[in-house]
């Protein structure tokens, strides 16, 4: 994830005001959710994830922070795009490639199109087509537009001489070139969007005369698209309400004390509520300029209750807490309000927020803040309250009349939904079934009734068997194709954001079942699906997202390595194994298990676009093995976890890629007390980070410390085989032995029973001093602060040793206090 | 006695009409010279740190000149401001060793001036005046995020311009034009001009600025990508012809000095390109370059330097200036200057430090006398 969040602002703005640019036929900006990655949210319900026909996306809780980025950008949706580059196609009736489209649409720094030689303008087939002769007017228009942006937005790249709001600039050429290619052109694609940017020019360069002129001239039309002409009364009505003193922004740079008005009547808010039910493109804008006042001063303004109904959505579209109070006002107000879809679909949302995800997210769920982003003015109630309020929902739900707005097979889904949210399965399977033979097979409501079905059938047989694995493969493959579809994408999203539009439906799935698969213990086809996802389900230590080794780390058993590596191993793979193990990863050099999984074309693309770490396949047996010897050296059965790492390569250990050269080195048999981890003292040693050579020494010094008869020597060899074992916890220079991370804190308590053993067979009080000192370190940890600071001040070994026989009855006061059995020994 | 007194009175007057007219006489050949040290500060963007030093040769600074934008063309923006003044860049923490005035420097490249029509030079005249307002604004430490634009009829909050332009036979006349409107648009405005040394040379043939000083500068007096130059920022050689049988300038005239170092890259003879930010210090290390004659220098690896590939092989030619070459471009230029306070302004502050301060302190001596 390190691009993700330094790279949303330039990107998000610029994506978005392309849209605006050459204003697709319903350029929509969607909801649809960024995933940051400490946001472990789970939105199952998705109706409209893969929906072309440009209505708002139902994700989450606000329309002012879009989908689940809380910090505020706003991202245009996969139909943006295609309506788009589809309307231009139809327009110019000629081909040009998708990316070049979208490429051309992305570019807005004056800079890139100073100079017309480049490649932009050389290779670009969209721009080509443009340049054609016969395309003329369309290439005015093109440059104009990119012209006019720099004047048309706060957050687009302005005029390059910044000086864009001053009343003379917008009197522009610019302005004039438009207002001639209006006069002249006779296509109403063009005509449409130059009267559009002339109004909106007029609106920055406050000329209220100008505007109104053009849009009753060429937009107050009853053939005009309404989008449009919502859009352009936006500004009509942002103009008349404006202060008169236009330039007061400079002056408030100067005076910061200064404040500006805005002229605030009915009319102002009927006009922009009307905005908000007509123009998707102004949606967003008009809801941030009503939402400023309240609600109560608002209601007494508008006298229809079709308005006061618009007027309930727009707070409830910012009200980030549960809005059931609002729902009803709107249905019994409205019960074809525009909005409602949108805000049904929202609240169901909040549902899976506080009720499925805590539950869902185990050990994750203890850190509300987690999961909670918007917390301010959210009632997290306990999940008891929040199952009162899921019925409630389904109350409401299932008494909504079905008129056009609320389509029936939406209904039942959502009743689904709830029920399955309830645990309530049979009546969530019943009303699925209802609203699967409702729906046709290519809408996006079949999709999520799929999606229901698999979630039901999972939570009643409590297990993922063949047919249920079929049918996710075919779910999985087709969340895929859709991937694919829109992969002009991923040039814009995916590799800063890591997230696709289509793939967040699939990712939530993925997360889902998942996670509902390590609920009921069954580890192996967790990690094998959590492993197709690229949204992060958990925070692994430094706060990296886990992957699929950290989950066999944390929960698999001797028996799940053993399975897992069946199905790795194995010659003939069910579709659904073949999908899961075919996935790729990038590999971080010098990490351990430093992957970071997603799409393998995103990913290539990651990678040439960076430089930074490889492609590999994701799954890896010696890492299974690895981790499968880790877990056996935690139960303390070294003969297993031996064999588990003679089945890796002996490449693997040595390989500079991995982190264990780096890491397993020195002589871990030896401890010095003043550098217990590290391996400055043991320059002389030749370094292996075999683990498998490791423990077969290991062993060795076991098998002889059996056999010694002799008790000094026998003491030696247990403080050796004690040594071993402290090296082997996280305070040891063999960490990564049992350690995934050196952030972690196992420590083997086999190190302390075998310094006490040394201590206990030593006859030599000094010497048995010596192993006991070891012995008492606290939690193994040896720390000579914990000594005495006379000790700290003596650094050479044979010096340090004598001197510490020597004061051994010094430090019997310090070992009484400690541990008796060293008193009693001395 | 009456009449000795009056001998005496009469010798003493003598004598004081005497000295009074020596002095005089002396006066006027050798008038008081009063120059103003200034610097040029060119850099764009990334921060300069200045030390405790810097800061004290900064407190004897008369004039900061700050570059803040340039302006070129395009073919879909017209003339617009490119490598504009990065607010961050320039004294954020050391603004208050800062307390000389600051003159804003624009840059137009000719390219600019031979594209743009003759009716709009009124406006980008305008643009200008209007941009380096929030330029200028955004210098002052206090305002931290840029500014908005300044409304019409807005009383600018800088004194004094200069313009920095290459012009030419073909481009004199919009720039002259540029100049006039920017000086009827901002009467108050003291507007200066920067002159190349042929410029100086030949004012019939180029024509005199309509504006109240110059600045001469003398540098760039070599041919840049001949591999046989020796220095194209300054040698006497090549810029004392300029000053033969020059007239005086009709414009009051400051002095611009270099105080830069740069190298120029060549590869297989011909030139590459430029890199003003290579130290010294790269030619002392072995296993990099091997000394050629002069100031050249063989690179001996591949290697990346400031983002840029050289290769083995490669001729650097690594130029500076010498104390001696700033006493000999300070020597000649002082013959240029037709008043008696005047500007002598080094190009530019990031050069400057505590240990080469004394050559500039030796130049300025040169204009005291």
């Given at each position: 994830m390190p691009l993700l969040k330094k790279q949303w602002k330039c990107l998000s703005t610029s994506v978005l005001f392309a849209f605006l640019l050459l204003l697709p036929k319903h350029t929509t900006i969607a909801c649809i959710g960024f995933i940051p990655d400490e946001d472990f949210r789970v939105a199952l319900w998705q109706p409209s994830a893969l929906d072309s026909s440009g209505h708002l996306e139902a994700l989450y809780f606000s329309l002012d922070v879009f989908g689940k980025n809380k910090y505020g950008y706003v991202y245009a949706s996969a139909i943006e795009l295609n309506q788009n580059y589809l309307s231009w196609r139809k327009a110019l009736q000629q081909q040009f490639s998708k990316p070049d489209f979208d490429t051309a649409m992305s570019i807005l720094e004056y800079q890139s199109l100073a100079d017309t030689n480049q490649a932009f303008f050389t290779c670009n087939s969209f721009i080509k087509a443009l340049r054609q002769p016969t395309n003329q007017a369309f290439w005015t228009y093109f440059t104009l537009a990119k012209s006019a942006e720099r004047f048309n937005?706060?957050?687009?790249?302005?005029?390059p001489w910044g000086l864009d709001s001053v009343h003379s600039y917008a009197e522009s050429q610019t302005q004039l070139a438009l207002a001639q290619l209006l006069n002249t052109t006779k296509h109403p694609f063009i005509q449409e969007r130059c009267a559009y940017l002339l109004c909106r020019l007029f609106h920055y360069g406050h000329q209220p005369h100008s505007l109104d002129s053009v849009y009753k001239k060429y937009l107050n039309k009853p053939r005009t698209t309404p989008w449009i002409k919502a859009a352009a009364e936006y500004y009509v009505t942002m103009t008349a309400a404006k202060d008169s003193n236009r330039n007061s922004a400079y002056d408030d740079y100067l005076e910061p004390s200064r404040t500006r008005n805005y002229i605030h009547n009915a009319n102002f808010y009927r006009h922009l509520l009307h905005v908000v039910s007509e123009s998707p493109d102004k949606r967003l804008a008009a809801i941030r300029v009503i939402t400023r006042d309240s609600l109560q001063h608002l209601l007494p303004l508008l006298p229809t209750k079709k308005e006061k109904a618009l007027a309930h959505a727009v707070f409830a579209v910012k009200n980030q807490a549960h809005c059931l109070a609002a729902l009803q006002k709107i249905i019994q107000l409205d019960p074809y309000n525009k909005l409602l879809p949108l805000l049904l679909s929202r609240e169901i949302n909040k549902v899976e927020a506080y009720l499925l995800t805590p539950a869902l997210m185990g050990k994750e769920a203890q850190k509300e803040e987690d999961y909670f982003i918007y917390n301010y003015g959210v009632e997290k109630g306990s999940s008891q309250k929040e199952r009162a309020y899921a019925q409630q929902l389904l109350a409401l739900v299932s008494d909504i009349s079905t008129n056009g707005i609320i389509q029936p097979a939406e209904k039942y889904l959502a009743i689904s939904h709830l029920h399955l949210m309830l645990h309530q399965y049979d009546q969530a399977l019943s009303y699925c079934t209802k609203a699967m033979n409702l729906c046709a097979k290519t809408s996006t409501y079949y999709l999520q009734a799929r999606i229901n079905m698999l979630a039901i059938r999972l939570q009643q047989q409590r297990k993922l068997d063949e047919p249920l694995k079929e049918q996710l493969y075919q779910l999985l493959t087709f969340m895929d194709a859709q991937h694919t579809v829109n992969k002009a994408l991923e040039d814009n999203y995916v590799n800063y954001y890591n997230f696709n539009p289509s793939l967040s439906i699939k990712d939530d799935l993925c997360i889902y079942l998942g996670k509902t698969l390590l609920a009921f213990g069954d580890v192996v086809n967790a990690a094998l699906l959590l492993g197709n996802t690229n949204k992060p389900w958990g925070v692994w230590m430094l706060n990296s997202p886990k992957n699929v080794y950290t989950i066999l780390y944390e929960h698999a058993k001797g028996a799940d390595f053993e399975q897992l590596l069946k199905v790795l191993r194995a010659k003939k793979h069910s579709h659904y194994e073949q999908y899961c193990i075919n996935r790729l990863a990038i590999f971080y050099d010098y990490g351990n298990y430093g992957y970071e999984t997603g799409d393998s074309a995103n990913l290539r693309k990651q990678i040439s676009n960076t430089n930074y770490g490889q492609l590999i396949p994701l799954w890896d047996t010696f890492r299974v093995h690895d981790l499968q010897g880790i877990y056996y050296l935690k139960q303390d059965n070294i003969a297993a976890a031996l064999h588990s790492f003679k089945q890796v390569a002996p490449q693997f250990w040595t390989d500079s890629a991995h982190a264990f050269c780096f890491y397993l080195t020195g002589n871990p048999f030896e401890v010095n007390i003043y550098h217990p981890n590290e391996d400055s003292q043991d320059s002389t040693y030749k370094n292996d980070p075999n683990k498998a050579h490791f423990l077969e020494k290991l062993m060795h010094y076991k098998a002889l410390e059996a056999k010694e008869t002799n008790m000094e020597k026998k003491a030696r060899l247990c403080y050796i085989i004690g040594n071993a074992y402290f090296s082997m916890g996280s305070s040891g220079k063999f960490w990564l032995m049992t350690n995934l991370s050196s952030y972690e804190t196992y420590e083997s308590p086999k190190a302390t029973y075998y310094y006490q053993k040394a201590a206990r067979l030593a006859k030599d009080a000094k010497q048995a001093a010596f192993y006991a000192m070891y012995a008492n370190c606290r939690h193994g940890y040896i720390d000579p602060e914990h000594l005495n600071t006379r000790l700290t001040s003596q650094k050479d070994g044979a010096e340090w040793l004598k001197r510490l026989v020597h004061e051994c009855p010094l430090y019997a006061d310090f070992f009484q206090q400690e541990n008796k059995l060293v008193a009693k020994i001395l | 006695m009456l009449q000795l007194v009056t001998i005496k009175q009469i010798t003493t007057r003598f004598f004081v009409v005497f000295v009074i007219a020596t002095l005089c006489c002396f006066g006027c050949k050798r008038q008081p010279k009063h120059p103003t040290l200034g610097f040029y500060h060119w850099r764009m963007m990334g921060n300069h740190s200045y030390s405790q030093s810097d800061s004290a040769i900064t407190l004897r600074c008369g004039q900061v000149f700050i570059k803040v934008m340039d302006v070129d063309w395009s073919d879909i923006y017209g003339a617009y401001p490119t490598a504009t003044f990065n607010c961050d860049s320039l004294f954020r923490n050391h603004w208050d060793t800062f307390t000389a005035p600051v003159t804003p420097v624009v840059f137009i490249t000719n390219r600019t001036l031979e594209k743009i029509d003759s009716n709009q030079i009124a406006a980008l005249a305008n643009k200008i005046l209007l941009k380096t307002e929030i330029l200028h604004i955004s210098t002052n430490p206090f305002y931290y995020s840029q500014p908005p634009p300044p409304p019409p009829n807005t009383p600018l909050h800088y004194h004094a311009l200069q313009i920095d332009c290459d012009w030419t036979v073909q481009t004199r006349n919009k720039y002259f034009q540029l100049l006039q409107a920017l000086k009827q648009q901002q009467p108050s405005l003291l507007l200066s001009a920067t002159l190349r040394l042929h410029q100086y040379k030949y004012p019939k043939q180029t024509g005199v600025p309509p504006v109240d000083e110059v600045y001469l500068m003398c540098y760039n007096t070599g041919q840049l990508k001949s591999p046989k130059e020796e220095n194209s920022i300054f040698t006497e050689a090549a810029a004392k012809p300029y000053f033969q049988q020059a007239a005086s300038y009709p414009v009051k005239m400051n002095i611009a000095l270099p105080f830069f170092s740069w190298t120029v890259i060549f590869r297989n003879g011909q030139f590459v390109g430029l890199d003003n930010q290579i130290e010294d210090s790269f030619f002392s290390f072995p296993p990099y370059v091997r000394p050629l004659s002069g100031n050249n220098f063989e690179l001996l690896i591949d290697t990346v330097l400031h983002d840029r590939l050289l290769h083995q092989g490669d001729v650097l030619r690594h130029e500076t200036i010498s104390e001696k070459s700033l006493l000999q471009a300070a020597n000649l230029c002082k013959k240029a200057l037709n008043q008696p306070e005047f500007s002598v302004v080094f190009f530019d502050i990031d050069h400057v430090n505590a240990t080469n301060y004394a050559a500039i302190e030796k130049a300025m001596e040169v204009f005291k006398h």
């Open positions: 937005s706060f957050n687009a790249y302005k005029d | -």
